[in-house]
């Protein structure tokens, strides 16, 4: 396998984490009241987004392969999670 496949690869691995990140960036202010020390959109996403990426990680880790539903539910549960203690400002 060449190094662009090796890119490939690892852009498709961490792909879920992308989107879960962004799109919890963008929902997150609806559903959490607006907080003075709440970081910007960008720095939820990115805080997602790693958050979400080492739950993958784990999840191949853990199981030895990628695409397991639990992987994918711990994904959500991680990211979800850090978007709402983003938002509470890491009260």
Known sequence: MGPLDQIYHLANFLAPSFAVAVALALVGPLFIKNSSVAPGFTAQAAIN?????AALV?????FG?????ASYAALLVV?????WAGGRGWR
């Open 58 to 62: 784990f999840g191949l880790w853990f």
């Open 79 to 83: 990211a979800a999670t850090s978007q």
């Open 65 to 69: 392969r990628d695409g397991k539903m």
């Open 49 to 53: 987004f790693v958050a979400g990426a």
